[in-house]
C-alpha cells in the first residue's frame, strides 16, 4: 500500500506571498492532519481533517489554512508568508475513527524557505 | 496546552548495545502514546504505540513501557544497530473529544561503530 505523499518536496517563497501544500493519504484513511515543524519550536499541530471537515485546530494564526476533498486529498494554505513560517510542513494520515488516537502516518514533508 | 518533554537531547551508544530511551509527559488523562523515529530529510516513521491500560509492549526489536504512576515513557531498543540512527519522538493524544498528537523535543540517537 503506498503511504503518504506530498508535494512539492521543496519551495522557495518570499515574504507576502501564499503558498498552497498538497497531501495524499493512505488509501483508506479519511483523516488528514497537518504538522509543523521547526527547530526551535518542534513539531506543532496544526489542524485535522475528517470527512471533508476541520475536526481540530492548533494554535496557529488564520493565515493557515487548509481543506479536504471528498477523495480525503488535503491541501494546507499559508497566506501572507511571513520568514518565521520557513518550516518543514508534514501530513498525516489515520483512519480517523478514533479522534487523534488512531496511529498516525506522516508523509515526508514539504520544505517550505520564506526569503 | 501540556507539553511532552524528553530528558535527554542526544544518547550515543555502541553498535549491538541495547539503547533506552525516556520521556516524561504532563498529561496524566493521556490515554494514546507512539513513539517515532525520524531520519534526516525524512518525515516521522510509526516505531510502536502503547495505550493506557497496558504497561508494556513489544515490537520488533523493540519495547515500549509506560509508567502512568510517573508519567512515565521509555523506548527500548534491543541489539541496536547503524539504521537505528534517528532522532526519536515520544507524542501523546491527551484525552477527550479534541484530541491532537503532542510531540516532544526529541532525541537523537547515535550509534558507533
Known amino acids: 500500500k503506498a503511504g503518504v505523499t506530498q508535494t512539492p518536496r521543496y519551495l522557495i517563497k518570499t515574504r507576502g506571498q501564499q503558498v498552497t501544500l498538497s497531501c495524499s493519504p493512505i488509501?483508506?484513511?479519511?483523516?488528514v492532519s497537518w504538522y509543523q515543524q521547526t527547530p526551535g519550536q518542534g513539531l506543532q499541530f496544526l489542524f485535522e481533517?475528517?470527512?471533508?471537515?476541520?475536526?481540530n485546530k492548533g494554535n496557529f494564526p488564520g493565515r493557515f489554512s487548509g481543506r479536504q476533498f471528498s477523495n480525503s486529498r488535503s491541501e494546507m494554505n499559508v497566506s501572507t508568508l511571513e520568514l518565521g513560517d520557513s518550516a518543514l510542513y508534514l501530513c498525516?494520515?489515520?483512519?480517523?475513527?478514533?479522534?487523534?488516537?488512531?496511529?498516525?502516518?506522516f508523509g515526508p514533508g514539504t520544505r517550505l524557505t520564506v526569503l | 496546552g501540556e507539553s511532552v518533554g524528553l530528558h535527554l537531547p542526544t544518547l550515543s551508544v555502541q553498535e549491538g548495545d541495547n539503547s533506552i530511551i525516556n520521556c516524561a509527559y504532563s498529561?496524566?488523562?493521556?490515554?494514546?502514546f507512539i513513539w517515532y523515529k525520524q531520519e534526516s530529510g525524512k518525515g516521522p516513521q510509526f516505531i510502536i504505540d502503547?495505550?493506557?491500560?497496558?504497561d508494556k509492549r513489544q515490537g520488533q526489536r523493540v519495547t515500549v513501557l509506560l509508567n502512568k504512576t510517573v508519567k512515565h515513557l521509555s523506548l527500548q531498543i534491543a541489539a541496536t544497530q547503524p539504521g537505528d540512527s534517528a532522532v526519536y519522538f515520544c507524542?501523546?493524544?491527551?484525552?477527550?473529544?479534541?484530541?491532537?498528537?503532542?510531540f516532544g523535543s526529541g532525541t537523537q540517537l547515535t550509534v558507533l561503530p
Open positions: 498525516a494520515s489515520s483512519l480517523g475513527v478514533r479522534v487523534g488516537a488512531d496511529t498516525q502516518y
Open positions: 488509501s483508506g484513511h479519511r483523516s
Open positions: 481533517y475528517f470527512s471533508e471537515t476541520q475536526r
Open positions: 498529561n496524566s488523562a493521556s490515554d494514546y
Open positions: 502503547i495505550r493506557s491500560n497496558m
Open positions: 507524542a501523546e493524544t491527551g484525552s477527550g473529544s479534541a484530541r491532537q498528537l503532542t
